[in-house]
């Protein structure tokens, strides 16, 4: 049975940190990019960032709002990927989700490609 399974989610202050982990099982996960996304209430679900089957920089994605306060990062051996969240922000609240996608060049943040998904975990940031 495919899962991933997220967890570190929670309640912070804005300027804070959280940890989010992904735990990937069922499928051979050193084949799998990873994508982490987020839908906020009433909003689209949208990207966070990615990571190919390699954590070489050429492998890893972010979006712009990402940029300098997430890290994105792998650990085959564990079958898990985190992102480190730093300088959290109000506007960073939503239930973040990842998801695993058959690929073996790169990355993306498209949610429609992926083949396997979590249940979330709720961020709650506050002011």
């Known amino acids: 049975e495919v899962q991933l399974v997220e967890s570190g989610g929670g309640l912070a202050q804005a300027g804070g940190s959280l940890r989010l982990s992904c735990a990937a099982s069922g499928f051979p996960f050193d084949d799998y990019a990873i994508g982490w996304f987020r839908q906020a209430p009433g909003k689209e679900r949208e990207g966070v960032s990615c990571?190919?089957?390699?954590?070489?920089?050429?492998?890893?994605f972010y979006e712009n709002f990402a940029k300098g306060r997430f890290t994105i990062s792998r650990d085959n051996a564990e079958n898990r990927v985190y992102l480190q969240m730093n300088n959290l922000k109000p506007e960073d609240t939503a239930t973040y989700y990842c998801?695993?996608?058959?690929?073996?060049?790169?990355?993306?943040?498209?949610?429609?490609?992926?083949?396997?998904w979590g249940q979330g975990t709720q961020v709650t940031v506050s002011s």
């Open positions: 990571i190919g089957v390699s954590d070489g920089d050429e492998n890893i």
């Open positions: 998801a695993a996608e058959r690929d073996n060049l790169g990355c993306t943040v498209i949610p429609g490609v992926y083949d396997y």
